[in-house]
């Protein structure tokens, strides 16, 4: 069973109105969980090494309800044809919870991460039906340049959000009435960005007749459990997704740690971090475009594993540097093959996927990203905190410096999440996935 695409080619206009898409997701990206909120929540809401370890659990919650439910939503989009409504329930569901963390204040743990996770489920969720209408909207030889163009165009997105909530919170001192207005700026933004795409993209994918006696729950369940008798026909995307599901883990724990890192190796206030996220997000747009050349040009696997093998070295050089101004050095490295990753790794799913089943497709991808990030920032958040706890007691540190010591030691764990994933990205035959995936597409 498989949705028929209609036979439309797709329009400049759609290109576009699927790019803006990403121009609004980033800009919460970039506040609630690279500069603002992770910050926020860590230190005004919560304090200290359990201000990260409470971060990596909300983290993980949220990411374990979205792996969970991915797949089978996926298949269920695939078979109704109703990609577009599905993005439309779950953006609606992360912008109005990320406007709610303007109610989170010191000590209000327990909403700050409720909010948060709901506004994460939405987000992350959001995002698999928008990558997957991502081979309806793009020919098979242009998938490549049209996600990269749309990683780019997203981190401009980002970049603006955060130059525009940047000027009210140095001028007020970092005032977190400021703060958290601009958590509400941000919904408002990745709202009314995200309008040309309901309005521009086409849904291709003609929403199937239900069997007697079958809902479209069971059609999708049942969709799932052909995939799964079936997948030793599609080894490489196997592979790939095992892969990247290693190597997601580090990735992202960089995301969602990067402000906390800041702030507790570097001594970074609100102000200093949101500069240093716009450096990011610059390099992130240099990167996404250069990473979608290099896909179409010498394939997506090529330009998946340098982009990973670029990220380590960024890692590494944090543990041993105590220079803040090498840390903006690091951050515009690590941005720019960060996104790199994120880029093409959907490019890789695409080419992978058989027609009519890309949804199910990404929502296995889907799985991965979000099982990692159950696995990683929570696995980083606690590891952290016993780090913190033997510097104290076992090397009588004081609590700061061993918040900082436990906060660097953690890095390894991010090195040997990309390390080992890279290692099995090697092993994966892009000819051989497009092939199994319906030819090279």
Known sequence: MSSTLAAQRPTRREHWGWYLYDFGNSAYAA??????????????????????????????????????????LGALADFSGAKKRFLLFFTVLGVTFCAMLFFVQEGAWFIGMLFFILAEIGYRSAQVFYNALLPEIAEPDDMGRVSGNGWAIGSIGGIICLLIVLVPIVLTGSDPLVVRLSLVFTAVFFAVSTVPTFLWVRERAQPQPLPDGESYLSVAIERLGETFKAIRSYKEFVTFIIGFLICKNGILIVLNFAAILGAVLFGMEQQELIIFMILVQVTSVIGAYLFGLMANRFGGMSALNTSVALMILPVIWLYFTDSRLQFYVIGALAGFALTG????????????????????FYGFFALTGRS????????FGLLVASLTNWYETAHRMMPLAAEEAGHRLALFAIVAFLVVGLAVLLLVDEKKGRQAGGGLR
Request: zero cysteines; hydrophobic letters at 50%.
């Open 31 to 72: 506040v609630v969980l690279l500069a603002v909120y992770s910050a926020y929540f860590k230190g005004a809401v919560v304090g200290g090494a359990e201000g990260s370890r409470l971060w990596g659990i909300a983290v993980g919650v949220a990411m374990f309800v979205v792996a969970l439910t991915s797949p089978i």
């Open 372 to 379: 990692s990030s159950f696995v990683g920032p929570t696995v």
């Open 341 to 360: 990753v994120q880029s093409v790794s959907r490019t890789v799913a695409g080419m992978f996927s058989p027609p009519g089943k890309s949804g199910e």
